[in-house]
């Protein structure tokens, strides 16, 4: 039997998911520490006196607590994320196949 395309625009939205919270999570859990912590605050004001701030908060993360304190809260950024990332995707599908009929030369 064939799978529906819509399990497959599913699928994906919710892999997309996945993936950007996977990814972007390290960035926010130290941004979130360094506002919340006062973190760099004595940093310079140039972008490369911010990233070595950054850079120096997240390191003093691992070294502490291991990689596993870059994704303090995963999951209910897991839960939050995937299901909006999901309907979108499965939503924006669903207008681009309505509207493939009149959009086509």
């Known amino acids: 039997a064939k799978v529906p395309d819509q399990v497959y625009d599913i699928a994906i939205g919710a892999a997309a998911g996945v993936a950007s919270v996977l990814v972007s999570m390290p960035f926010d859990v130290i941004k979130t520490y360094m506002q919340t912590h006062g973190a760099g605050v ?3 004001p140039s972008i490369a006196g911010q990233l070595a701030a950054f850079w120096a908060t997240g390191s003093r ?3 502490a607590a291991g990689p596993g304190a870059l994704f ?3 999951v209910p ?3 939050q994320q ?3 990332t999901t309907l979108c995707w499965w939503a924006i599908e669903q ?3 309505l509207l493939e009929p009149y959009t086509r030369p």
Do not use: K, N
Request: one cysteine or more.
């Open 42 to 44: 004595a940093a310079s």
């Open 61 to 63: 993360m691992v070294a």
């Open 72 to 74: 303090v809260g995963l």
């Open 77 to 79: 950024r897991l839960v």
């Open 82 to 84: 995937v299901p909006s």
């Open 95 to 97: 207008c681009r196949d």
